[in-house]
């Protein structure tokens, strides 16, 4: 009898052990799975500001002040624009 006692013991000790073993790693995924929420949250902010800052970059309005003022480019006189004329090459 004294052995199973003894036994018994052991194996609700283990169990004890157990137990305390996987209520903490619980509470460290909890924290970890916390963390990775918060870190997708600055994420998907960031990729917003960042699309937003890419459309904003992309309008025409700033690529024609971009190159008048840095670029120092103009638009084209009347006078000095060449027309040409594509070929016809199914009556030929």
Do not use: H, W
Request: include cysteine.
């Amino acid at each position: 009898m004294n052995r199973s006692v003894v036994i018994l013991i052991i194996t609700l000790m283990g169990c004890s052990l157990m137990l305390v073993y996987s209520q903490q790693r619980a509470r460290m995924l909890f924290a970890e799975k916390n963390r990775l929420e918060l870190q997708e949250q600055r994420l998907n902010q960031e990729i917003s500001r960042l699309e937003y800052e890419q459309r904003d970059l992309s309008k025409s309005s700033r690529i024609v002040e971009i190159a008048s003022k840095q670029l120092r480019m103009k638009d084209p006189k009347q006078d000095k624009t060449i027309y040409i004329k594509e070929k016809d090459y199914e009556n030929k």
